[in-house]
């Protein structure tokens, strides 16, 4: 598969999306998820922060429930529409915005960008270090940034060929490789919902902790804390994630 041939509305559908993950993706998880950024972040004090990718608008709902100025942006629109009739029913205020993560324009304008649940990577190496360039551009001077992104020493070591969600019974199917020059995983994912059979295939950069400390030193980032794991855990070979805290100089 072609980079160019990456169509993420087909891969991130969200109906297919909503339909297989939402039970997963729980208020309580995303409470504790919010816990762990209030406390890495020391948000003591209402700040403005872009949630960039920000799905169905978890965080940035219960971002805005805390007091905080939201903006959450994504290029998909049912995503946009969920989240924005979620925050109407809570009496929430969030501005939801449709946008490219490669074509931002913002510039100076928030305390804090967040980039989470692997929603980086899916470029070519040119186009994820653009989208890194406009998140230093969207931050106020020594803004802060949360990137959150797999760990590929985890991924390489832990990696299944297969690996299967079920609902009921409907099926997401996900063929897995790992590109050892390249630093991509492909995947072929097959879903069968309602007799009815889709494949969709996509491939995501994955990088060491190295690799990525060095992108976002590049771009202009110093790095304040690195986390293995939303429950707070230190980075280590048996941890899943890189969550990496940057500041803008």
Do not use: W
């Not at 967040?114 to 899916?122: A, I, K, N, Q, R």
């Not at 040119?126 to 949360?146: C, D, I, M, T, Y």
């Not at 072929?188 to 902790?209: A, D, F, G, W």
């Not at 690799?211 to 976002?216: A, D």
């Amino acid at each position: 598969m072609k980079l160019s041939d990456f169509n993420i509305e087909e891969v991130f559908n969200v109906d297919d999306y909503m339909y297989f993950y939402s039970e997963k993706l729980t208020e309580e998880r995303t409470q504790r998820e919010v816990e762990f950024l209030v406390k890495a972040l020391e948000l003591e004090e209402p700040k403005r922060i872009l949630d960039l990718a920000c799905g169905f608008g978890r965080h940035a709902i219960q971002l805005a429930e805390l007091g905080h100025e939201v903006i959450g942006v994504d290029i998909m629109d049912g995503f946009l529409e969920i989240a924005r009739k979620t925050a109407e029913e809570r009496g929430v205020s969030v501005k939801f915005m449709k946008g490219d993560m490669r074509e931002l324009d913002f510039e100076n304008e928030f305390d804090i960008v967040l980039l989470l649940f692997t929603s980086f990577g899916y470029f070519s190496d040119e186009e994820n270090f653009k989208v890194l360039e406009n998140v230093h551009r969207a931050l106020k001077p020594s803004g802060l940034f949360v990137l959150d992104v797999p760990n590929r020493d985890f991924v390489v070591k832990h990696l299944s060929p297969c690996s299967v969600l079920e609902k009921g019974d409907d099926l997401m199917i996900d063929m897995s490789s790992f590109d050892v020059f390249t630093g991509r995983m492909h995947v072929r994912r097959i879903i069968i919902r309602n007799n009815q059979r889709r494949v969709v295939e996509y491939s995501l950069r994955i990088y060491t902790y190295t690799e990525l400390i060095e992108i976002l030193k590049r771009v202009g980032f110093e790095i304040e804390k690195v986390y293995g794991g939303f429950d707070g855990r230190e980075l280590s070979l048996k941890a899943p994630r890189i969550i990496a805290v940057a500041r803008k100089v």
